[in-house]
């Protein structure tokens, strides 16, 4: 706290008291911010910090690569990984529900493909579903609550592999689940790991000389005082104030020291570069006095003892805050006055034994003792107004604890046989879970149980007819046949190409006239000059007349077509088999649109070309049962010819 003793009593600071008349100082508990020239309450925080700067971890990780103190920020807990487990878990859930309300159509729009595919991803229970294995469900279905189960399943039936949409579902969920809960456990491995094994034993001086740190102590006095209120530092205490063993000796035999100005207060820093602690107590005090116009006032104190092995790998330190006794349940108070405010500490020598043997003292806050405080305003104008008071006495005692030593050790409490007992049964807890809602939906809906034949149809019905179309499309740019066209959306009149000589697009012109003509003499019995434009292979469209009818007819054709007569004695007749009244136009597929194309269309189909076929056969051997008869009859005229003119 600094004053003006210029300054008139109506300029003092907000939060200030008035002592010597014209004086003005910070109340208690109060502190002057240079910066902003005003009196602040000091809140700062009283919680000890103690770092035993050993820290193991069952994997070893680059800190570059993972730092996993990081992650320990924002996840504090295994709640965070379960949590996020949970909103994972519920949302693919809730995502497939919905899913289900959605029309599954021809096979085309996404959410059939969606739905496919989540059946696909049925890894878990493709063999494990209802009325797949009497033999699984027997001793399954009694612990699930189905004891009178009459399910009607065949010992026999053979297992098979199924994949539906529910399984799919379900297989996903336990994923997710068995994924957040192996997070949990990595957690748990890498947060407690293991468990430290403390031994205290007795120890000797020769051992106690092995212990050979970096040691520094910060001790910062919380007021507007500078180092030049210092005074008295420089002599070390050692053993028993007051007792035969008691001795002073210059603090530099211990280490160096100094003071410097921070934006806090004066700090005494002391350093002591491969330290050898010979001394069970030492004491070090200094004292901070009045200065004209800067009292000696403090609001509380802030400490950093630290310890540092002689690699450099591993710090041990405890920090922290203090602002008064546990007598004053944190009221607001300054420190001033002729009674001594002792910092109490205590020095631990550790050894590791799992770490190479590690020997590092522990530095620990034990106890904090307050000198001459001022509590309200009266009693601080009062010890301002006293020069006998006028000062801080401030000791820092530190305690080694030479008579006994800590030994070390961690023992891991998860091996590899237990970790992977803990993931099995994870595994397993994940994948029950799962099975036992799986077979209770499949139970109570019985829909459910043939619902992967309902995707599995409609999928292959659209399969097929892609395939048909990738057919069509062939049969079209190979022969060129336009009734064939791939506009069977369409609500026009579609062309048939029933009865159609098929004409290939590819090759030269007059290939394809060769194999007209090759055509045409291997139907024709006769070639008559100049009647090829009457007798040819045609092909008509089919319009909008009647399919089955139209085969009716041309099968009463079939049947009332008469022999070729015979010719007049002058030239024999061309008997074609090439006529339009003769030979009926082929059968018309029927082709749907979308999936209303079915089996049974294709089969129907297949019946009437077969018919056709029947038909052309009989007509092929009436054919030639004709031919021969004609022959015949003309080789018997040509004897009965020759005889008569032997004759």
């Known amino acids: 706290m600094i004053s003006d003793s210029s300054a008139p ?3 003092c600071l907000a939060n200030s008291v008035t002592y010597n008349t014209t004086l003005c100082a910070c109340a208690p508990g109060y502190v002057l911010q240079g910066g902003r020239n005003t009196c602040e309450l000091f809140a700062g925080n009283s919680t000890i910090t103690t770092d035993s700067g050993v820290d193991y971890y069952a994997l070893s990780f680059p800190e570059t690569l993972f730092a996993f103190d990081s992650i320990k920020k924002f996840t504090q807990s295994q709640a965070v990984f379960l949590e996020a487990t949970l909103v994972m878990l519920l949302s693919w859930l809730l995502f497939c529900f919905c899913l289900r309300f959605s029309k599954l159509g021809d096979g085309r729009n996404v959410w059939f493909k969606i739905r496919w595919w989540i059946s696909r991803l049925d890894i878990c229970f493709a063999t494990r579903h209802w009325l797949v294995s009497f033999g699984l469900l027997r001793y399954v279905l009694p612990f699930l609550g189905f004891v009178n189960c009459g399910c009607g399943l065949d010992d ?9 949409e529910l399984g799919g579902a379900f297989s996903i969920a336990s994923w997710i689940l068995f994924i957040g809960l192996f997070a949990a456990l990595l957690y748990q491995i890498i947060s407690k790991r293991s468990i430290e094994v403390h031994n205290v034993r007795a120890t000797n001086g020769p051992e106690l000389t092995s212990f050979i740190n970096d040691m520094e102590f910060n001790i910062t006095t ?3 005082m500078s180092c030049a209120n210092l005074r008295n530092l420089g002599n070390l205490v050692t053993g028993n104030p007051g007792s035969i063993d008691e001795r002073v000796v210059s603090l530099s035999t211990l280490g160096n020291y100094s003071c410097y100005n921070s934006s806090t207060g004066p700090t005494i820093v002391l350093k002591c570069r491969n330290c050898k602690v010979h001394y069970d107590h030492m004491f070090i005090s200094w004292q901070f006095v009045d200065l004209p116009n800067n009292p000696a006032t403090a609001v509380g104190f802030e400490f950093k003892l630290t310890s540092m092995d002689i690699a450099q790998k591993h710090v041990s330190f ?6 008064n006794g546990s007598d004053f349940n944190g009221s607001p108070l300054t420190f001033r006055g002729n009674q001594t405010n002792i910092l109490k500490f205590n020095l631990f020598p550790r050894i590791y034994h799992n770490l190479h043997e590690l020997k590092l003292i522990q530095p620990l806050f034990h106890e904090f003792l307050p000198g001459s405080v001022s509590r309200d305003t009266n009693e601080l104008r009062a010890s301002l107004e006293r020069s006998a008071d ?6 820092l005692f530190i305690n080694f604890l030479s008579h006994y030593v800590v030994e070390i050790e961690k023992e891991n409490i998860l091996g590899p046989v237990s970790f992977l007992a803990d993931l099995g049964g994870l595994y397993c807890i994940s994948i029950g879970i799962f099975f036992y809602l799986l077979i209770q939906c499949e139970y109570r809906i019985k829909k459910l149980r043939n619902e992967d034949s309902i995707l599995r149809r409609i999928r292959n019905r659209r399969k097929a007819q892609e395939h048909w179309d990738k057919l069509r499309k062939y049969v079209m740019y190979t022969y060129g046949c336009t009734a064939l066209d791939d506009k069977y959306n369409n609500t026009r009149k579609e062309t048939d190409c029933g009865g159609c000589l098929l004409h290939s697009v590819r090759g030269s012109g007059s290939s394809n006239k060769r194999r007209l003509t090759s055509r045409r003499d291997s139907i024709s019995l006769y070639k008559k000059p100049g ?10 469209p089919l319009g909008s007349t009647n399919d089955s009818k139209l085969h009716s007819e041309n099968m009463a054709k079939q049947q009332n077509v008469g022999s070729c007569k015979d010719p007049p004695h002058s030239q024999p007749q061309e008997c074609s088999i090439v006529d339009d009244s003769f030979i009926p136009p082929p059968p018309s597929l029927a082709i749907k649109d979308g999936s209303e194309m079915d089996l049974s269309d294709i089969q129907k189909n297949l019946k009437n070309l ?4 029947v038909m052309l056969r009989d007509k092929l ?3 030639q049962s004709l031919l021969n008869s004609s022959s015949s009859k003309h080789t018997s005229s040509v004897n009965s010819s020759v005889n008569n003119k032997e004759s």
């Open 390 to 395: 006028g000062l801080i006495n401030t000791t």
């Open 318 to 323: 405890v920090s922290g805050t203090l602002k």
């Open 9 to 11: 009593m109506a300029s």
């Open 531 to 540: 009647s090829h434009a009457n007798k040819s292979i045609t092909c008509k």
């Open 621 to 623: 051997i009436a054919t």
């Open 156 to 164: 026999q039936k053979v297992v098979t592999k199924r994949k539906t």
């Open 222 to 224: 919380v007021s507007s």
């Open 610 to 613: 077969y018919e056709y076929n």
